[in-house]
């Protein structure tokens, strides 16, 4: 009789292994998917083309054909509405949520009768009291997409922002487009033309049943330094000696609220408005006649960003369309390594006691 001791060898050889292995894959080409899995689903790797599975056997492959019927869309979960359980962290309304930079190809009017088609990008948020989960964010892009086709005006925006409030049960909707808006512009001297693009931004904002238009437009001018000129002028009266003033290409972001039932503030009102304030716009085409005449521009239009900032507010209180505006310029000196800056405002709609700590860097001409 053979005895065998409580210790045996656990380690196998390679040619053990081997008559191992093919014995688990003669035993595993005859099994099932189940028998498989409870043994162990890493098992089926061992098969020709195997794939791990477990119990129940799911398919890897696209179903082309499935269709989903509203019974079948009833068993989706859906955690983002949820219920307020699964919150976390603190249950705190938020101002804010939904989603930005979605495009859109938007037609608009122009004050000339004409229609442009631009590519506009689309911001749109609602307010979620603190025991809501979340909003459905597709939502608000179904919205807007039922309101896309037509004209572009604050009708189909607040038409679109009347979608959220019902979709999405908020109190509160906003809607922001974004897009470049191209002008013919002529050029100071010899006849010549061409496009300057602005940026401009529209904004809907509904809170507490009262709805506010406000046009955003970004405007790019230079701006010639007063005490760098006339020190300037110093030295070539008083010591013959050549002297250049400083000046830079600036940036003023003109925010402004239109009035409720008042005559349509066409974007090219407002660019009018800006040029009227700060005539020394910059150029689009440019000959040598020109840019003479746009030497005698600054020279006659000399301006500190404070200049700038009332200037501007001068032109838009004048304008019975707009209720409150804010001004804010930023000149990015030449002379110095820092720009100068500025903030106006009219209204209470605008003020803010904190700024954004990235605002004045957003103040840039891409160009």
């Known amino acids: 009789m053979n005895i065998h001791s409580g210790e045996t060898n656990s380690t196998a050889d390679r040619e053990e292994a081997a008559a191992a292995l093919e014995l688990l894959r003669n035993w595993a080409a005859g099994a099932s998917a189940t028998e498989i899995a409870?043994?162990?689903?890493?098992?089926?790797?061992?098969?020709?083309?195997?794939?791990?599975?477990?119990?129940?056997?799911?398919?890897?492959?696209?179903?082309?054909n499935f269709k989903s019927d509203?019974?079948?869309?009833?068993?989706?979960?859906?955690?983002?509405?949820?219920?307020?359980?699964?919150?976390?962290?603190?249950?705190?309304?938020?101002?804010h949520v939904g989603i930005s930079n979605f495009r859109l190809p938007i037609r608009f009017h122009t004050r000339d009768g004409g229609d442009l088609t631009?590519?506009?990008?689309?911001?749109?948020?609602?307010?979620?009291?603190?025991?809501?989960?979340?909003?459905?964010?597709?939502?608000?892009?179904?919205?807007?997409?039922?309101?896309?086709?037509?004209?572009?005006?604050?009708?189909?925006?607040?038409?679109?922002?009347?979608?959220?409030?019902?979709?999405?049960?908020?109190?509160?909707?906003?809607?922001q487009m974004r897009f470049s808006f191209p002008a013919r512009v002529e050029s100071l001297r010899s006849g010549l033309s061409g496009y300057q693009y602005y940026d401009i931004a529209l904004e809907l904002v509904d809170h507490d049943g009262i709805r506010e238009?406000?046009?955003?437009?970004?405007?790019?001018?230079?701006?010639?330094?007063?005490?760098?000129?006339?020190?300037?002028?110093?030295?070539?009266?008083?010591?013959g000696q050549l002297a250049t003033p400083h000046s830079q290409r600036s940036?003023?972001?003109?925010?402004?609220?239109?009035?409720?039932?008042?005559?349509?503030?066409?974007?090219?009102?407002?660019?009018?408005?800006?040029?009227k304030a700060v005539p020394t716009e910059t150029q689009v085409m440019v000959k040598r006649e020109d840019e003479q005449a746009f030497a005698e521009l600054?020279?006659?239009?000399?301006?500190?960003?404070?200049?700038?900032?009332?200037?501007?507010?001068?032109?838009?209180?004048?304008?019975q369309r707009i209720g409150d505006f804010r001004v804010l310029a930023s000149h990015q000196e030449s002379l110095?390594?820092?720009?100068?800056?500025?903030?106006?405002?009219?209204?209470?709609t605008f003020v803010a006691r904190s700024l954004d700590p990235q605002l004045f860097s957003t103040l840039i001409h891409r160009g």
């Open 38 to 64: 409870q043994l162990d689903p890493a098992v089926a790797r061992l098969l020709p083309d195997g794939e791990i599975r477990n119990y129940p056997d799911l398919s890897r492959h696209y179903p082309e």
């Open 70 to 95: 509203e019974a079948y869309r009833a068993t989706l979960p859906d955690l983002q509405n949820g219920p307020s359980s699964l919150i976390r962290g603190a249950r705190q309304n938020i101002q």
């Open 118 to 175: 631009l590519e506009t990008s689309i911001t749109g948020t609602v307010s979620l009291e603190g025991e809501k989960k979340g909003i459905n964010m597709s939502r608000i892009m179904r919205s807007f997409y039922k309101h896309a086709e037509r004209t572009f005006s604050f009708e189909v925006m607040a038409a679109a922002v009347d979608n959220y409030l019902s979709d999405l049960d908020s109190p509160d909707a906003r809607i």
């Open 213 to 239: 238009e406000i046009i955003h437009l970004d405007y790019v001018y230079s701006s010639t330094c007063p005490c760098s000129l006339e020190l300037s002028e110093h030295a070539r009266s008083t010591r």
């Open 251 to 275: 940036v003023a972001r003109i925010s402004v609220q239109v009035k409720q039932g008042a005559d349509c503030l066409w974007f090219e009102d407002l660019i009018d408005h800006c040029r």
């Open 298 to 319: 600054n020279a006659a239009n000399p301006i500190f960003v404070e200049d700038a900032a009332r200037l501007f507010c001068e032109a838009l209180q004048n304008d």
């Open 336 to 348: 110095h390594s820092h720009d100068a800056v500025s903030v106006l405002t009219c209204g209470d």
